[in-house]
């Protein structure tokens, strides 16, 4: 089985920008489609995105397309999250996680029964104003 480790978490002002990594090991990484979640504190975890396991097409949720985007090197065996224009909105922490199924991670916040088969323990990122 896959397992996930994010990094690339920190401190950044307003206005900045990070790169995340989740740095999966397993030899069969490119067999899963792979998503970033976030979870703000005192809210619930929501989607940002996903990428399919080849990498060639990734989907956002509606708020998140225009200041976030998916890669992933399934040579390096890693997805990464870059993250533009941060606000303090975008405080949270932020997990990827990972399923064979793209839409079991597009609706895994949103349908109880829809259970991504790895998650990663998440790396935080703080935006100062």
């Known amino acids: 089985q896959v397992q996930l480790v994010e990094s690339g978490g920190g401190v950044v002002q307003a206005g900045g920008s990070l790169r995340l990594s989740c740095a999966a090991s397993?030899?069969?990484?490119?067999?899963?489609?792979v998503g970033w979640f976030r979870q703000a504190p005192g809210k619930e975890r929501e989607f940002v995105g996903a990428i399919i396991k080849s990498g060639s097409s990734t989907y956002y949720a509606d708020s998140m397309k225009d200041l976030f985007t998916i890669s992933r090197d399934n040579a390096k065996n890693a997805v990464y999250l870059q993250m533009d224009s941060l606000k303090p909105d975008d405080t949270a922490v932020y997990y990827c996680?990972?399923?064979?199924?793209?839409?079991?991670?597009?609706?895994?916040?949103?349908?109880?029964?829809?259970?991504?088969?790895?998650w990663g323990h998440g790396t935080l990122v703080t935006v100062s104003s």
């Open positions: 996680a990972a399923d064979p199924i793209l839409h079991t991670l597009v609706v895994a916040t949103t349908h109880k029964d829809s259970n991504p088969e790895v």
């Open positions: 397993g030899r069969t990484f490119s067999t899963y489609a």
